[in-house]
């Protein structure tokens, strides 16, 4: 379950309002349709997919389409929904693939790193082992990775992008993962 900002649960009331605030009741009406309460666990998921969606996929993929149109660039989503949670936040929900989960598969983490299954070892290797490699060369290539092909500029079109997580490393069609037109 997800909870406001004061720590109560997110009603389907409070979905019914936070589209108008955000975006204005036009919009609103849209948001509500493409992100139906009934399609998601609860309205705090809803919610929280509307904004992962409007506000942090779509600044995401300008940042990606922008250089992208001049070099090669090697975009990722780290999707490990059970990535240990590290940071001092109160538990008691699912956080999903959060932003920072990466960091401690990247980076030694004492607190994290115990926590790891096998699966996230190996993904932990793979994603060091791709780093290392684009320090090397500029491209995350290197015997024994996954192939990574550099991400393409393409409004309104497929934009390929490195889905990072223990049982799938593979390419993802970035626009369409995320609603990207609202």
């Known amino acids: 379950?997800?909870?406001?900002?004061?720590?109560?649960?997110?009603?389907?009331?409070?979905?019914?309002?936070?589209?108008?605030?955000?975006?204005?009741?036009?919009l609103a009406r849209r948001v509500r349709a493409e992100y139906p309460t009934s399609a998601l666990p609860s309205p705090g998921l809803a919610w929280a997919t509307v904004i992962t969606d409007?506000?942090?996929?779509?600044?995401?993929?300008?940042?990606?389409?922008?250089?992208?149109?001049?070099?090669?660039?090697?975009?990722?989503?780290?999707?490990?929904?059970?990535?240990?949670?590290?940071?001092?936040?109160?538990?008691?929900f699912d956080f999903g693939a959060f932003h920072a989960g990466d960091i401690p598969y990247l980076f030694e983490d004492e607190v994290a790193e115990p926590l790891f299954t096998p699966a996230q070892r190996r993904l932990s290797a793979t994603m060091t082992g791709y780093w290392a490699a684009f320090a090397r060369t500029g491209a995350p290539h290197g015997a024994g990775l996954p192939a990574w092909c550099p991400y393409r500029a393409a409004p309104g079109g497929r934009a390929s992008t490195r889905s990072l997580a223990p049982r799938r490393i593979g390419r993802v069609d970035y626009r369409r993962e995320h609603d990207l037109g609202l």
Not at 4 to 11: C, I, L
Not at 59 to 83: C, I, K, L, M, S
């Open 1 to 26: 379950m997800l909870y406001d900002a004061v720590g109560r649960p997110f009603t389907g009331t409070d979905y019914d309002r936070a589209p108008r605030t955000a975006f204005g009741e036009t």
């Open 54 to 92: 409007r506000m942090w996929a779509r600044g995401t993929r300008d940042q990606h389409d922008a250089p992208a149109r001049h070099v090669p660039v090697y975009a990722y989503e780290f999707t490990d929904r059970d990535a240990p949670m590290f940071l001092p936040l109160p538990g008691g």
